[in-house]
């Protein structure tokens, strides 16, 4: 009786599939289903769980274990081979015939059809909106969306084994470091390998590398974002992830903080990071990122602020002389300071004959070497040739070119 009518939806639905065909190839989108095996084995797996009886909405089967071929992202049917099969399964549904629940995986946030792909096809053609399956879920890091296509799986393939080396997804739920080229999470790996080994030279103890990742996390990659999203970056650039945005600037604080550690300006030493950058990347979104941090005087402040916290953890001044001002202005100069402290441990070693305490070295330094160059410096009123600098400005000058100074 409905054989006929059943026959009418499948040409229906087969010439609708022709049509999406044509208009892929136009925009360039994908329109195929994802294939369950080859995305299984591009994502990092931490098992799988039956979770039973579930209604779930048509619009998220995006893909399916063996038929991903034989049917469309859409799900309507791509080839006349099994057309009895999807006429019959028509006919039940016009008959009312219970069908029994389709069986399907869920990863992330979509499922792929382990059985019953023409179920599921002939229930959208007749405008379904969820369908009953027994479902099981297989566990990943990460979200799969129903908007991704092979190519986006593998850009998460990269993603998943960053977080799979790092555990930040479970160290830091909801931390969100997805970049758009998967090569960089190298460079991702490189800044907490670097920030572990700082910690393990700040602490002279051995640090785990989960906690590695934590304070990384916490206290140079969220600072770092949370400045980027302050200054309007995110807005400026919607088609770079925070991520991205992340590794270039701070990639260019380090060359502004290099090249400040010369004697030029914070204008020469911005310029002279614009220049290394630029010839770095070709890309048109990451020259208008780097055009727009060279007049970001933010950068300069925040790496000031970043050395001076760091300087001040590190020499321990704030406890052994509490009214201490060693401000710079600009950046790079602080590790100049910690140069001179370094320089003074040691002759105080060879003056005293015997192993000096770091925090002994740095409060002869300050008594000793920073204070009176300081006075001398107020004494001379050097600051009123110099507008905008400070005294410490002036003693990281002093000392730097008193050789020079020196000669009649």
């Known amino acids: 009786m409905y054989d006929s009518l059943a026959r009418d939806d499948f040409e229906r639905a087969y010439q609708r599939s022709l049509w999406r065909k044509v208009i892929t190839r136009l925009t360039g ?19 799988q769980r039956d979770i039973g009886l579930q209604e779930v909405p048509l619009d998220k089967i995006v893909g399916s274990v063996g038929r991903y071929r034989d049917f469309d992202r859409a799900f309507l049917p791509t080839q006349r081979q099994t057309t009895e099969r999807w006429i019959n399964v028509s006919k039940a549904r016009y008959n009312e015939v219970a069908l029994p629940p389709v069986e399907l995986y869920k990863i992330g946030d979509v499922y792929f059809v382990k059985d019953g792909n023409h179920r599921i096809s002939v229930a959208r053609e007749r405008k379904q909106a969820i369908i009953d399956a027994y479902v099981t879920e297989i566990d990943i890091p990460f979200r799969l969306t129903a ?23 479970e160290l830091r739920p909801g931390a969100d470091l997805h970049l758009s080229n ?14 572990h080994y700082y910690l393990g030279t700040e602490r ?30 995110r807005r400026q650039f919607p088609q770079m992830t925070a991520a991205d ?3 270039r600037v701070s990639e260019y604080q380090w060359l502004v903080r290099q090249a400040a550690q010369a004697d030029v300006g914070s204008d020469e030493a911005r310029d002279e990071a ?16 780097i055009r727009t941090l060279r007049g970001a005087n933010w950068i300069d402040t925040m790496i000031r602020d970043k050395e001076y916290a760091a300087f001040l953890e590190r020499t321990g001044l704030p406890a052994l002389r509490p009214d201490a001002q060693v401000l710079a202005s600009l950046p790079g100069k602080y590790e100049k300071i910690l140069h001179h402290i370094d320089v003074h441990h040691y002759y105080l070693g060879l003056e005293q004959q015997h192993d000096v305490p770091y925090s002994e070295a740095v409060a002869s330094w ?7 160059t300081i006075a001398n410096i107020r004494e001379q009123n050097l600051l009123a040739d110099f ?3 400070t005294e410490t400005d002036a003693y990281i000058w002093l000392i730097e070119h008193r050789a020079e100074m020196a000669q009649p």
């Open 182 to 195: 998967p090569a960089e999470y190298a460079r991702l790996r490189e800044h907490i390998a670097d920030h």
């Open 29 to 47: 989108k994908s329109n195929e289903l994802l294939p369950f095996d080859e995305v299984r084995q591009a994502l990092p797996f931490r098992g």
């Open 274 to 289: 614009t220049e290394r950058m630029a010839d770095i990347y070709q890309q048109g979104v990451v020259r208008r990122v």
């Open 245 to 247: 945005l992340y590794l």
């Open 387 to 389: 507008p905008g600098r």
């Open 147 to 169: 908007d991704m296509d092979i190519d986006s799986v593998q850009q998460e393939k990269a993603y998943g084994q960053f977080l799979q080396d790092t555990h930040l997804d």
């Open 204 to 233: 002279q103890a051995d640090v785990g590398y989960g906690e590695a990742v934590q304070s990384w996390y916490d206290n140079v990659y969220r600072p770092l974002v949370d400045a980027i999203e302050a200054q309007g970056l």
């Open 366 to 372: 300050y008594d000793n070497v920073y204070l009176p």
